[in-house]
């Protein structure tokens, strides 16, 4: 692609277990996208941090504490084709980015993934000082100058490297906040043009997508405002505005925040699961508490897996020979996947106990495979606290019950590295080396060390249960479980994230996730009903033999979880709706905006700063339920007057709406038109509002007011709204 398309900005990529530069689901989620994006011949480039010693190596020791190991990663040794980006001269291309008092250089590395490349920037090169030699050694440093520099690389390197290479993209995707500060080097860049900051902003802002990953605020990166002023200090001036503007793209609570950063900046907003699309908005909304969160424009974007990544070869070859011949390359097609029923149950538990023991001695795990079971339970994923590795074991007792039934075992196998900051996350490791030494459950409680790609693969091919006990809503989407689901391996989660979606009642189970405030209380709740889960349902069904000595009805589980779960959670379909909700949106965006001189771009920027000097004037005077309308119109209507004040704003530049609270989380809005002006600036509204079924004489509607243009992205673009509230009534 050498030009238009769309760059993709990711701090981790994970594409291989050779090139270990990501650290979990993220940058797995990545290097799949790329990859889909390569077998659906979409227009993209890649952008990342090529890290001389990635993410640690993980070996847990005796005592079950976690050890850290940074072997240095050969470039070169890598099974992907990665190479050294020369110029035009064949020397080895070389980036300058300026870190705070410093000049820093950084070489690129690309990465072949079919007909899309990735280009992976790294700091060690010569002419750098030793200690910025160091600069991209590691994922997600726990020392903020690095951290801050390392973003600095990526975002503003990262498009001084695409415009090094000549390549134009036209839209460019921010995945996670990491690369937020590419738009502040795409605004200095057209600055350079001589295009005024404001102009500048909107271009930006046009063609720039993001895509949040992190429903708690703890998990967004955030720089004091003395650090920023370090780093940026000769930077600022170079956007063709001051420092106080440029910190008010991303200030938030007195800090700079990179989430704030890339939601200033771009025009498309997503969550990564319908579920986490309203989580963000509730998390936004503390931003913008004038704005009610179902209104904050978030849209979601569901997570997939790259099939051809995560899919067992013989599952593969079994796919091959009873679902249509073409069906790799319309894997996002419903009826694709309805032949898997066709598959008969003695062929399918075959090839998923093949995979099962490959898993087994891979993993050098000392079971015994030549009865029925013993039934395996995986659970693997970053060892993070809100993922509750520990929650099957709130009750030891319970758990050694089900676990060591002589006809019926039952295995866990554990797996995941805590990030090495994270002291709380560790001690869960060390918690179940500690468990799964006990007379008790010793050869039922495994827990593997280094999880990476590889790993990961045997796991989600070769366990018979997915277990995933996030504490509810913290889970943004999680993927692991959507490889295992294509797999026949069935899911047990808690409903958060994808399985909110996934879940079908016959296709896994569901934990219901207690929202119980307390998390001892939550945690009660969640165990309960996990043990029941596994004494009542799982383990029952995975023992009861049909025809043939297989579990027939397992299997047709197994059946039913493929056929409704791969279609759907697949990376096929997410990056189709990327390209036809986000990319293909942006693009005609940019491209409207840049025209003409960048004629859009400077009409909203200049639009924009002429209701930001006059919205103070804005009001909302009086408003009214007319009663003797609304007795015409029927009980469960209501009209509503408003006198509205503008001051120098016309009245088309404004939307007025009455709007109320419906049920708990719901609300209505009635659009009030303008019917009389009553002076300079001061206009009458009215209206009624949609059949609402609660009795609004005590329900709080409120009048709002919000700049609109038709060259907005959305409905609150400006952030902006001016209430007023009904008077009461009794
Ligand atoms: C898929 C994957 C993850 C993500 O797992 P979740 O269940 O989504 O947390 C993390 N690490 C590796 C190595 C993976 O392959």
């Known amino acids: 692609m050498p030009n238009g398309g769309v760059a993709y900005f990711s701090a981790e990529f994970g594409l291989d277990e050779s090139l270990p530069i990501y650290s979990g689901g993220l940058g797995v989620l990545a290097g799949d996208h ?91 090169v010569e002419s750098n000082s030793d200690k910025d030699r160091r600069l991209t050694d590691t994922l997600y440093p726990s020392e903020q100058d690095v951290r801050i520099s390392q973003e600095m690389i990526l975002g503003i390197g990262g498009a001084r490297l695409l415009a090094a290479l000549g390549i134009q993209p036209e839209v460019w995707h921010m995945n996670e906040g990491h690369s ?219 758990l050694a019950h089900i676990l060591n039934d002589p006809q019926r075992p039952v295995c866990l196998v554990f797996a995941g590295k805590a990030h090495p900051a994270d002291g709380p996350g560790k001690e869960l490791i060390r918690r179940i080396v500690e468990i799964s030494r006990e007379e008790r459950f010793k050869g039922r409680v495994y827990i593997v060390d280094n999880y990476a790609m590889d790993k990961a693969k045997k796991l989600v091919q070769g366990v018979d249960v997915w277990l995933n006990t996030p504490v509810k809503p913290m889970e943004a989407s999680g993927t692991s479980g959507q490889k295992a689901a294509m797999n026949g391996v069935l899911n047990c989660s808690v409903l958060d994230g994808w399985w909110v979606e996934g879940y079908n009642g016959r296709n896994g189970w569901a934990i219901e996730g207690a929202t119980d405030t307390d998390p001892d209380q939550q945690d009660q709740q969640d165990s309960e009903t996990l043990y029941r889960l596994f004494e009542e349902e799982i383990v029952p069904l995975f023992y009861k033999r049909g025809e043939h000595a297989v579990p027939t009805e397992w299997i047709n589980m197994m059946k039913e979880s493929i056929s409704s779960l791969a279609p759907v959670f697949n990376t096929r379909r997410m990056v189709s709706d990327y390209w036809h909700k986000v990319y293909v949106p942006a693009i005609a965006r940019g491209r409207r905006f840049v025209a003409d001189n960048f004629e859009v771009a400077s009409r909203v920027a200049a639009y924009k700063q002429f209701i930001r000097d006059h919205w103070s004037a804005v009001s909302v005077r009086k408003v009214e339920i007319l009663a003797d309308h609304s007795s015409r119109i029927g009980l469960n209507k209501i009209a509503f007057r408003a006198e509205i004040g503008l001051g120098a704003i016309w009245h088309k530049d404004v939307r007025v709406e009455a709007v109320g609270a419906d049920g708990r989380r719901g609300i209505w809005k009635a659009k009030l038109d303008p019917v009389q002006q009553l002076a300079k600036g001061l206009y009458v509204y009215e209206g009624v509002s949609p059949d609402v079924s609660i009795n609004i004489w005590k329900a709080n509607a409120n009048v709002r007011v919000t700049p609109i243009s038709s060259d907005f992205a959305n409905d609150f673009e400006m952030e902006l709204a001016a209430w007023g509230a009904v008077p009461c009534t009794s």
Request: charge should be negative.
């Open 34 to 124: 790329i990859k889909a994006a390569a077998d659906m011949n979409i227009p993209i480039t890649g952008v990342g941090i090529f890290y001389s010693k990635g993410y640690f190596q993980q070996s847990i020791n005796e005592g079950g504490s976690q050890q850290h190991l940074y072997p240095y990663i050969d470039p070169e040794a890598s099974t992907y084709p990665v190479q050294l980006v020369r110029d035009a001269e064949e020397r080895p291309l070389i980036i300058e980015v300026r870190v705070g008092s410093r000049q820093v250089y950084a070489k690129a590395w690309s990465v072949q993934v079919g007909s899309v490349t990735l280009y992976l920037l790294n700091t060690d």
């Open 180 to 398: 937020a500060f590419l738009a502040l080097e795409r605004i200095r860049m057209l600055s350079a043009e001589g295009v005024p900051f404001e102009t500048a902003l909107e271009t930006v802002k046009a063609s720039t997508v993001f895509t949040t990953h992190t429903p708690v605020p703890a998990g967004h990166d955030v720089f004091s405002i003395d650090m920023m002023d370090r780093y940026f200090c000769d930077y600022y001036w170079q956007l063709g505005t001051d420092r106080e503007q440029v910190l008010s793209l991303g200030s938030l609570n007195g800090t700079f925040n990179m989430t704030r950063l890339a939601v200033s900046t771009s025009s498309k907003v997503n969550g990564v699961s319908k579920l986490h699309g309203e989580v963000t908005r509730d998390l936004f909304h503390g931003w913008m508490p004038h704005i009610p969160r179902q209104d904050i424009p978030i849209y979601s974007v569901t997570n997939g897996v790259h099939i051809g990544t995560w899919l067992a070869d013989g599952m593969k070859m079994l796919f091959d020979r009873y679902l249509p011949s073409d069906w790799a390359v319309r894997s996002e097609e419903l009826d694709v996947w309805a032949a898997v029923r066709d598959i008969p149950a003695t062929q399918l538990w075959e090839e998923h106990q093949r995979a099962k023991s490959e898993m087994v001695r891979e993993l050098g795990l000392p079971l015994d495979l030549s009865g029925d079971g013993p039934l395996i339970v995986g659970f693997a994923r970053r060892f993070a606290t809100y993922k509750r590795a520990l929650l099957i074991f709130r009750d030891l007792e319970r």
